[in-house]
């Protein structure tokens, strides 16, 4: 079974940086987009950033310049390096594999971790 384990989330105050981290396993992750997702409270989850399997990558508005997404395939982990953290951004973060295979739309998610920027 395909499992994505997020970690880094935490307290931290505005100004501040976090380091995500999504690990992978059982899956051929190399042939997988992978995006960060994140939901605040009362708020419907919306995509933060993404990254193709060839190293695209896409950045919502507002964390243009301050978010970067990675991949590293030898250890089957995305990350997502935040700076510059604002009140915000407070959110659980889901990472998510998704690739098209043979016609059919495949999606895996992890089960998010919270990120909490309050001074």
């Known amino acids: 079974q395909v499992q994505l384990v997020e970690s880094g989330g935490g307290l931290v105050h505005p100004g501040g940086s976090l380091r995500l981290s999504c690990a992978a396993s059982?899956?051929?992750?190399?042939?997988?987009?992978m995006a960060w997702y994140r939901q605040a409270p009362g708020k419907q989850r919306e995509l933060v950033a993404r990254?193709?399997?060839?190293?695209?990558?896409v950045y919502e508005e507002s964390v243009k310049g301050r978010f970067t997404i990675s991949r590293d395939n030898r250890k089957f982990t995305a990350y997502l390096e935040m700076n510059n953290l604002r009140p915000e951004d407070t959110a659980v973060y889901y990472c998510?594999?998704?690739?098209?295979?043979?016609?059919?739309?495949?999606?895996?998610w992890g089960p998010g971790t919270q990120v909490t920027v309050s001074s």
């Open positions: 998510l594999a998704m690739r098209q295979f043979l016609g059919d739309k495949q999606e895996h």
């Open positions: 059982r899956i051929a992750f190399p042939g997988y987009d």
């Open positions: 990254i193709s399997n060839t190293g695209n990558k």
